[in-house]
Structures are given as C-alpha cells and as structure tokens.
C-alpha cells in the first residue's frame, strides 16, 4: 500500500456527508487529480459512504477511505487511511478507537489496505480539532517533534499536517517538511486556488483539496494543475 500512495501528489477529500451533483463529481474525478480520499469529521455514515463510494467507482482512480467512524467502514475501497493524532492528550483518538475496532471487526480487517497516518492537527477552530482536543498551539518545532515520532519512532507511511479549513503557516510546514525523511508528507487546509495550492505543493509530498469543491469548483479544478506543475523544494 506504501506503494500505492507513493505517485500521489495531488489529491481531492470528498465528504459523504455533503452534497455534490453528478456533473461536478465527474469534473472532480476526471480533473487528473491522483486519488479520491472520502472522509470528513463528523455526520458520516455507512449509507452515506457506500452511496458516495458507489458513486465514484464509476471512474478509474484509486479511491481511498479515511475511516473516522467505526460505524461506517465500508468494504471495497482500495485503502484504508487510519488517522492517529499525535497532539492530543486523548489516547482515544492515537489508540483507543483503533483497539476497539480492532476487539470488534478482528479477523475481518484486510490489513494489507491498511496505511496509519500520523495526524499533526493544527487549526483550533476545526470540527477535527475540537472532536479530539488537539493541542493546536503548539510551536513549529513541537510540530516537528511530532513529525519525528510518526517518521523515525512509529515509522508511520504518513505523516499529515492538517490545517482543515484554514490556510496554515508554511514555515511550520517547512520545519515539519525538515524532519520527515521516510513518511509520506500530506498537507491539507485552506487550499482555495493555485495560490495556496503552490506553496503547500513546494514544501510536501501531497496535497490534499477539501471543502473548496463545494464552494469554488473551477478554483478547486485549478488545484490540479499548480500541484503537478511545482517541484518540491529540497531541504539540506
Ligand atoms: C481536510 O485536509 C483536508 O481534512 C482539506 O482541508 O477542507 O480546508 O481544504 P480543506
């Protein structure tokens, strides 16, 4: 599965939980974009993911889901993207859910699909942060920090920067970027057209493009393009 994500540089979050017509679903999934990430933090169900997974296995891309929700893991996704979030107090949220799903669906889990991401969330005022109390001021060197437990300790496949809603501070990246050497580097936040998209492109492995789909989709087309069109910047 390490594999698998190793091409994906751009990549576009669907939310079962919000409506898209068919026109724009098809725009987004023909955009040549790399992958479809289906999560979102809050009012997802089975029968909302099964309906939005159905929905885009019309097309030819990898579809991934990010399980949030142990009431809604569907089968037939290609992977499993099992968020663990490194800055919370809360083991729930880095163990605890994961050892009940584990107690509950035991041989049943494909584990071969499975890839853990190592959350480092950094917008307070997100459904995400709020729902886990992640402990989002913290300094770009804590978030580094953080970066190198998921990295060099846990050898997490994913390491990802999650600014949801809002724009982050790219030096933070940039310190974050420093410290990653075998994971995967995902941002994602506030990326609303090429302006933000660029940047966050230059500092990480991949781009992750949510809510602006559903306010702006020719901005979030554009996304695609500035990506695959910026080399990362590589640190000494
Ligand atoms: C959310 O990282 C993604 O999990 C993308 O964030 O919705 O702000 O683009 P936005």
């Known amino acids: 599965m390490r594999q698998m994500i190793q091409p994906w540089r751009h990549i576009f979050k669907l939310d079962p939980d919000r409506e898209l017509g068919e026109e724009e679903l098809a725009a987004i999934c023909l955009s040549g974009t790399d992958a479809i990430l289906v999560g979102g933090s809050t009012g997802v169900t089975y029968d909302n993911t099964i309906d939005l997974l159905s929905r885009i296995q019309q097309y030819e891309l990898p579809c991934a ?42 041989s049943l889990i494909p584990w071969e699909l499975l890839l853990a991401e190592g959350y480092i ?72 057209g090429r302006e933000e998209a660029e940047q ?9 493009v949510g809510n602006i789909i559903y306010r702006d989709i020719e901005q979030a087309l554009l996304t695609v393009d500035a990506v695959k069109k910026t080399p990362q910047i590589h640190l000494d």
């Not at 290609?78 to 949220?93: E, G, K, Q, R, S």
């Not at 709020?130 to 437990?149: F, K, M, N, P, V």
């Not at 809603?165 to 030096?171: A, E, H, K, P, T």
């Open 121 to 192: 969330v950094l917008n307070g005022d997100s459904a995400v942060a709020r729902l886990t109390a992640a402990e989002c001021s913290i300094s770009a060197d804590a978030a580094g920090a953080y970066a190198q437990i998921a990295d060099k300790l846990m050898q997490l496949p994913v390491v990802y920067v999650e600014y949801s809603g809002r724009f982050g501070d790219m030096d933070t990246l940039r310190t974050v970027r420093e410290s990653v050497e075998y994971s995967r580097l995902f941002y994602g936040g506030g990326i609303i």
């Open 65 to 106: 889901l990010e399980v949030s929700d142990m009431e809604a893991i569907v089968p037939g996704f290609d992977v499993y993207m099992i968020p663990m979030v490194l800055n919370t107090p809360d083991p729930a949220w880095m163990t605890g859910h994961h050892r009940k799903a584990i107690e509950r669906f035991g």
């Open 200 to 208: 966050a492109a230059a500092l990480c492995d991949t781009v992750v």
